[in-house]
């Protein structure tokens, strides 16, 4: 799109809105029909601002989608045996459908520890190793991560069916970038994953009819690195020093080239960010009626 066209702007915050309004009748249809309230259970360890935002936030949407919303704060010093004891109370609570624990954990926790103490039925992040093992075996039946299932949703939305496209996803963590992966396979997509270590990035991503950044890098993507007419999905969410002390939010692609060179791209804010809430909404009502031994709701 060098001939002064630009991108088209795939609305993520409306999409999510749209996502979450059929999550809220499917919830009030689950309960006149069942006499089931989703319960989501997110614990907090220590006073990371972020990640308080993060939890008030998600416990806002999940009473808006009409289910019932659990916080449980643990101080930053305390010990990963209590998290791990909180986390299997919440297990056998039958109140709390779905348990989320906000990352990142102090250091003298290993996260990984945590999240095999879930029960995999409840873990709405998709992260033990079971929903993971499900996941890259292509078998279904398990709890997708939130964020890659959002980038899903919105490429679906913006390009239909995805089958043969080539999708580069940058950045390989277990939150976004390996499941990506597997959804995107799954979707029938051809797909590279490059990396802080790969040689010549700009010549990897370029080839990519669907590039999705998710590195914490701002504005590491320039327009030359981009596909022309390709769809660009920006996972980034870097704070950043704005004018007169207030702080932006930048992503992980230089929005102002991109948008001159692709041809559908997220914003930041308002792309990917509110799909992800939608989403672990979305995994709540899923987990719920499983639980219930239901056939997955129609959403
Ligand atoms: N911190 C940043 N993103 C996430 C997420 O998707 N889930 C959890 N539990 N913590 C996060």
Redesign the pocket.
Known sequence: MSDGARASIIDGKATAERLRARIGAAVKRLKADHGLTPGLAAVLVGEDPA?EI?VRNKGRATEAAGMASFTHRLAADSDQGALIDLVRSLNTDDSVNAI?????LPDHIDADRVTEALDPAKDV?GFHLINVGRLSAGVGGGLV???PQGCVMLLKDALGALAGLHAVILGRSN?VGKPLAQLLLGENCTVTIAHSRTRNLAAETVRGDILVAAVGRPALVKGSWIKPGAAVIDVGINRMEGVAGKSRLVGDVDFDQAVTVAGHITPVPGGVGPM?IACLLRNTLIATAAQAGLPAPEI
Do not use: A, G, N, R
């Open positions: 990640s993060y989320l624990v906000q990352l990142p992040d991560p939130c964020t939150l992800t």
